[in-house]
């Protein structure tokens, strides 16, 4: 859960969700996924108990509606509410305060990844060039991963070479969409970029050789 949900806060903002309206599980789900911009989602199991707990004491009530519980803020809940008026304040203004720094390091995550993959790219059109003119023989090792041995050790044809230029703007292309498409976590980017870097030791060590 996020810190900014922490010593039952989160309980009081389902409270404020459901005073906008009645809902069922999932919808309170997307509503905070979305106030968050898609960077933070709470699991079910860590809505659904609250949802339990809050209806144990009196501040809910659910009916049953197309196979779903849909859930609805009671007079005790709505007073709870009242009460604590002060404290949603200041939880709204820590939610905006949470989403502007959660925004602002997303944005320098996929700066990072997209910059290793410019790189990447960048490294794989050098080393394209310099084989397409001579200057560097194909080991096996490159050959078997391209899946066009000559055989004999000799430099790879026009045909090859076209091939694997095609194979470089594609991959390009999809990574470049794969990171524009995805809402990555911290952790998903710095693998992302960690898997870049290590394909770019890799290909330079098989073309240095």
């Known amino acids: 859960m996020t810190a900014v949900f922490s010593h039952g806060r989160l309980r009081l903002y389902l409270l404020k969700l459901l005073d906008e309206g009645p809902k069922h599980g999932y919808e309170l789900i997307r509503l905070l996924e979305n106030r968050f ?20 004491e009196g501040l809910v009530s659910h ?20 009460q604590r008026a002060a404290e949603l304040a200041a939880l709204e203004s ?15 995550i996929q700066d990072e990844v997209r910059g290793s993959v410019r790189d990447l790219k960048r490294e794989l059109n050098e080393a394209a060039r310099e084989t397409r003119r001579g200057r560097r023989d194909y080991t096996w090792e490159f050959q078997w991963a391209t899946g066009r041995s000559t ?15 095609k194979r470089i703007e ?40």
């Open 94 to 108: 820590d939610i905006r305060a949470s989403v502007e720094d959660l925004a602002t390091l997303a944005n320098e």
């Open 63 to 82: 009916t049953a509606a197309g196979g779903r519980k849909v859930y609805e803020i009671t007079d005790a809940g709505r007073a709870e509410l009242r």
């Open 37 to 56: 911009l898609g960077l933070y989602a709470p699991s079910a199991g860590t809505i659904y108990p609250r949802l339990q707990r809050m209806e144990a």
């Open 170 to 209: 594609a991959f390009a292309a999809e990574v470049r969409q794969l990171v524009r498409d995805a809402r990555l976590t911290d952790g998903q980017a710095r693998t992302a970029t960690r898997v870049l870097d290590a394909s770019l030791v890799t290909l330079r060590r098989l073309f240095r050789r």
């Open 151 to 165: 055989g004999n050790g000799a430099p790879a044809s026009e045909s090859a070479m076209d091939d694997l230029e």
